[in-house]
């Protein structure tokens, strides 16, 4: 059996496995960074780019060293002191450190003296040991999650190549969020850097410090307004991402309106690709389009994912957990009941005789069969899926070029419907006999080769050895994350959305929208 150039023979290298086996979650990230830019599935609380600024306007003016590891060691000492603030009394949810904060905590509440003194400059060392860190990424939070998307958001600038000052400084408009922070705090924020300073903090100390954490957050202050301004692009220099973003958290405050709670994502994404507007003529600038593109391209993803799912349980339960290439794509490709003059073209318009909402169940179901070990269901549910999202992307094809242009050995709902378009009057068992083989199985061997070759990172989850597939281990199939919890925790953390939906100041919001 020939699987082509690339494919390495069996071998015992390690135990990594592939997150995207079949290289179709990068087109999927695009479409959703760029309609939630700014927030990302790890920056969990809003107010962090209200701190931030606040601690690199103060590096700037009081502190200006050049060197990278001294700004470093500053940055760490304000996360690990604010994770301390945070967890201390009502602990504040999503605090980077806040496991290790919570460990020093019990630990000096342990003790028996009134006085006691909490060190935190050893957390906050990068240089320690890991097991002492508040965080073991030498980053830190800033660094390691919130730069990139403030800068994304206009707060911060990254220097330039031969720049005197390596460091990262605030915008204008960052300026103004720090001041605002600031005054919010009032005489504790000179306090605040006289401790980051000292690298220690009496316990007794902390609850001076609580105007710093999320949930106090003033409403209506200064600090607040900008916030909200800054989450909805209101400002005359926003640029078109502002605007995207600004569109999505428009949409959810819709829906949470509508539903009198906090919405789940997942609820989220079905209900936005249930009720899109007409589609013809849709273009990449569209949000409420392009919301629908990427559930699309996610179910497209899940639909051939499954398929190889399918594909490793069969290995796993063959003998010696090996097949041939052949007999695997026989195998699947039997579980689906067509005629033998039934093309491609046939069997789509019969399955996609149905409403957006039926994709739902479809989707459901079959992500129901894998779990339940229904392999050939989970197989037949797939292809439908298939059939039933090539049915729909007709009516979204200037809305799927312009938006999946991109190179072409990153499969997507393009490059399928591509495929599906040129095999339409094919009979319809070679159709995904190829699909089965080409898209799936040997797809898979190709993501992982070229992982293997270019990152050294083993992702097999089946291999070629002697002429056969031989079973390796099973990977986790699930719907993306689009930030979109992300995105709600923001608009609940300035107020404009609670346990009971939508609040009066997001009424606010969508009335002057």
Known sequence: MDFG??????????QDSGLDPLGMQRPIEIIYQSIVPGISTITLRYRYYSFFPFILKHYEEHIRHPDPDVFRAFQRRCEALFALICTHGEPELGITGSDWAGRKLTDARAQASETVIIDFSVGADPNADESLRYLQNKGGAFGAIYATQMSEMGLIHFPGAGDPNPNPVCSNLALRLADAFSRELGETADEFFEVVAAGNIALTS????????????????????????????KFDTRSETDLMRRHTLQMLLDVTATSHSIPRAEQIKWHWFENVPKLQGGNAHDVPHLWFLYQACDLMRLAYEVILSAALT??????????????????????????KDQ?????????ADGSAAATRELAQAMLDAMHEGETAEQVRLAVSLI???????????????????GA??????????????????????????????ERVVKRHLWVASRKFRNQKAYTFHMEPEEGQLRYR????????SPRLDQALRFLRDIGLIDE?????????EMVAA
């Open 500 to 508: 009971g939906g939508i609040t009066q100041l997001g009424r606010a």
């Open 206 to 233: 902390l609850q001076s410090f609580d105007a710093m954490k999320p949930n106090r957050l003033r409403l209506g202050g200064d600090e607040h307004i900008l916030l909200t301004d800054i989450l909805f692009g």
């Open 5 to 14: 150039q690339g494919f390495p023979e069996w071998t015992e290298l390690g």
């Open 343 to 351: 093309t491609w073209e046939d069997v789509s318009l019969t399955i």
């Open 473 to 480: 281990n099973h990977f986790r199939v699930s719907p993306s």
């Open 314 to 339: 069969l290995l796993e339960t063959a003998p010696r957990r090996r097949m041939s290439l052949s007999d695997l794509t026989d195998e699947l490709t039997g579980f689906i009941e067509v005629t």
């Open 387 to 405: 059939a039933f999202l090539y049915f729909r992307a007709a009516d979204a094809t200037n809305l799927i070029e312009e938006a999946l242009s």
């Open 408 to 437: 072409d050995y990153f499969q997507s709902l393009r490059t399928e419907v591509q495929f599906l378009d040129r095999v339409r009057s094919v009979p319809a068992r070679r159709v995904i006999a190829d699909m089965v083989r």
